[in-house]
T-cell receptor, first 116, second 113 residues
């Protein structure tokens, strides 16, 4: 099931480099999210977008920027990577029009980023 | 203090055991409570969802919420090796609010055959 795809899956880079992580979805969902996962800290929200023109900072947005190029694409950039940005990054989507009592989020497979 | 606390484990049990996973939280506005399961090298996927207090059962899984104690639990009966994964609790104050989910740090479970 490749409804939410992330590229690259693994990336090693050096301090100071600019990095872009990409997320694409075929689920037709309007909402997209970027999280990072660190051991012992769980998933923390970086940015979220409720539609192409509605982008919002999450709890740990410093050092990151995003671009919602289309409803199906949401990119995360690290302008100048630093070692403490080494983590597992997840993109997620949800559908604001979904029925039921809860607005479920669907996650991609993740990108493992290492900053040396 | 984190809004959501979860014992990181790892928790190792024999096949067939009953497993109890727990989270505590501090934000009394949370009303929607979820358990996500994450297999190694995969993204999390929703396992169970509960609204407000009470119990919800789905096969071998039971989710409990005690809002008065700010405590949620996931019970797994007759645990199987295929249940080996990291389990993350997640919470939200509203169904379609502008905030995304607040996650616990995850508990790694290993079920030994």
């Amino acid at each position: 099931d490749a409804d939410v795809t992330q590229t690259p899956r693994n990336r090693i880079t050096k301090t100071g480099k600019r990095i872009m992580l990409e997320c694409s979805q075929t689920k037709g969902h309007d909402r997209m999210y970027w999280y990072r996962q660190d051991p012992g800290l769980g998933l923390r929200l970086i940015y979220y977008s409720f539609d192409v023109k509605d982008i919002n900072k999450g709890e740990i947005s410093d050092g990151y920027s995003v671009s919602r190029q289309a409803q199906a694409k949401f990119s995360l950039s690290l302008e100048s990577a630093i070692p403490n940005q080494t983590a597992l990054y997840f993109c997620a989507t949800s559908d604001s029009q979904a029925g039921g009592a809860y607005n479920e989020q669907f996650f991609g497979p993740g990108t493992r980023l290492t900053v040396l | 203090q984190k809004e959501v606390e979860q014992d990181p484990g790892p928790l190792s049990v024999p096949e067939g055991a009953i497993v109890s996973l727990n989270c505590t939280y501090s934000n009394s506005a949370f009303q929607y409570f979820m358990w996500y399961r994450q297999y190694s090298r995969k993204g999390p996927e929703l396992l169970m969802y509960t609204y407000s207090s009470g119990n919800k059962e789905d096969g071998r899984f039971t989710a409990q919420v005690d809002k008065s104690s700010k405590y949620i639990s996931l019970f797994i009966r007759d645990s199987q090796p295929s249940d080996s994964a990291t389990y993350l609790c997640a919470m939200s104050a509203s169904r379609t609010g502008r905030r995304a989910l607040t996650f616990g740090s995850g508990t790694r479970l290993q079920v030994q055959p």
